[in-house]
């Protein structure tokens, strides 16, 4: 398995701003992803953050609002940008490990007011 | 594209009574498939999963799931459940040789006293 952290734990920012989210994983892996939980809703994936090349984004999500970085094997991170309320939701990061499992972060939740 | 639906979005159980979560997906292509549970409070656990063998799966703490490829059902089932089994209970399909998941919308389980 995989120890994954997130940081900020938790964040209120104001409409327009955006938001920088870390992904921090204790070994080396190869796949990572983030997901969004819109509150009362299931996960949504947002795309698969790639090592050394750009993200692979998911129908209905964009590099312009959400840019992610991958400068190596440990590490993400996922930028909420020019925020809206509408953004408010929990995003987490994941790490395929195995046989096709993930392993999840603890989540960042977001409020935008 | 793969899709999934759980049946049901609460399931209040009394302890020590049998409890069933109902999942079924759709796909055109051979599918994986995942029960993850959200403990209040904390972040998403990897509870069993389907890949290929045996189409009745476990975990450690007493769950069970079956695969039904003809009714295309992976539904998690428990014989007798502990208050600690409160939770969120999210079914998960990814395609084969694939880590993208595909979430349902998650199934709530009260479990009283």
């Known amino acids: 398995s995989a120890v994954i952290s997130q940081k900020p734990s938790r964040d209120i920012c104001q409409r327009g701003t955006s938001l920088t989210i870390q992904c921090q994983v204790d070994s080396q892996v190869t796949m990572m992803f983030w997901y969004r939980q819109q509150p009362g809703q299931s996960l949504t994936l947002i795309a698969t953050?790639?090592?050394?090349?750009?993200?692979?984004?998911e129908s209905g999500f964009v590099i312009d609002k959400f840019p992610i970085s991958r400068p190596n094997l440990t590490f993400s991170t996922l930028t909420v940008s020019n925020m809206s309320p509408e953004d408010s939701s929990i995003y987490l990061c994941?790490?395929?490990?195995?046989?096709?499992?993930?392993?999840f972060g603890p989540g960042t939740r977001l409020t935008v007011t | 594209a793969q899709s999934v639906t759980q049946l049901d979005s609460q399931v209040p159980v009394f302890e020590e009574a049998p409890v069933e979560l109902r999942c079924n997906y759709s796909?055109?292509?051979?599918?994986?498939l995942f029960w993850y549970v959200q403990y209040p409070n904390q972040g998403l656990q990897l509870l069993l999963k389907?890949?290929?063998?045996?189409?009745l799966v476990e975990s450690i703490n007493g769950f069970e799931a079956e695969f039904n490829k003809s009714q295309t059902s992976f539904h998690l089932r428990k014989p007798s459940v502990h208050i600690s089994d409160t939770a969120e209970y999210f079914c998960a399909v990814s395609r084969s040789n694939d880590y993208k998941l595909s979430f349902g919308a998650g199934t709530t389980v009260t479990v009283r006293a």
């Open positions: 953050a790639n090592q050394g090349s750009e993200a692979t984004y």
């Open positions: 796909s055109s292509v051979s599918v994986y």
């Open positions: 389907y890949l290929s063998g045996s189409t």
């Open positions: 994941s790490v395929g490990f195995g046989q096709y499992e993930q392993y």
